[in-house]
């Protein structure tokens, strides 16, 4: 059952959404943002949000393979998720340290991680939501959040850990919010591409993503 505090918080990114994005299905997996970028990882990302189903990709980064597990049930996610203990005992980022350039790199770590911690639930794999877990502590204590990405990948997962453990929360909840104000900082409302991911955090803070 989410707490009240959790609650709050997905009513917010939900409404944050709604301001760029209605009700229905997202768009088609020719989706191009407002700049007419397409990243590799918007194909499955939108492809999960409107319930499609389809096979595991085995190429591509791993935040584009991650995301496409989730669309083929029976997939073995173990080649993509050993990531996931990676570093000493299971700490630090999904992905391993950072390489090139920072604002790519966190792109491709949090969109990992909002891929994991679906794959975690829907598996049951306990020990792969506290990997996730353990991965947002490490990003509170050495990245920055306006070195990364105004995509809010993986807030949720900021906002779950804070609920795990007092002791960190104030820190999770700082990071959180400077991940959701930089996703509104340009236009004053997110990009199409960004109300999705907070649509998709909302659900997964309200339990209701399936």
């Not at 989410?2 to 209605?22: D, E, F, I």
């Not at 002791?167 to 340009?186: C, P, Q, R, T």
Request: hydrophobic share 40%; proline share 6%.
């Amino acid at each position: 059952m989410p707490s009240v505090h959790t609650r709050q918080w997905a009513n917010r990114l939900r409404g944050y959404a709604g301001l760029s994005v209605g009700p229905g299905m997202p768009p088609s997996g020719e989706f191009r943002d407002e700049a007419g970028h397409r990243r590799e990882v918007d194909g499955p990302f939108l492809a999960w949000r409107a319930g499609r189903r389809g096979a595991a990709v085995e190429s591509g980064g791993p935040a584009a393979r991650l995301w496409s597990m989730l669309l083929d049930h029976g997939a073995d996610p173990g080649r993509v998720v050993a990531a996931l203990g990676s570093g000493e005992q299971g700490q630090g980022p999904l992905l391993g340290e950072p390489s090139g350039p920072i604002e790519v790199w966190t792109e491709e770590e949090l969109s990992s991680l909002h891929a994991a911690w679906h794959l975690a639930r829907l598996r049951g794999r306990e020990e792969w939501r506290r990997r996730c877990l353990a991965a947002a502590a490490w990003h509170v204590e050495n990245i920055q959040p306006d070195n990364g990405t105004n995509h809010p990948w993986g807030i949720h997962v900021f906002i779950e850990a804070g609920e795990a453990d007092a002791s960190v929360a104030g820190a999770m909840e700082y990071h959180a919010e400077f991940m959701l104000h930089s996703s509104l900082v340009s236009a004053g409302k997110p990009d199409v591409l960004s109300a999705y991911i907070l649509e998709d955090a909302a659900e997964c803070l309200e339990g209701s993503r399936h």
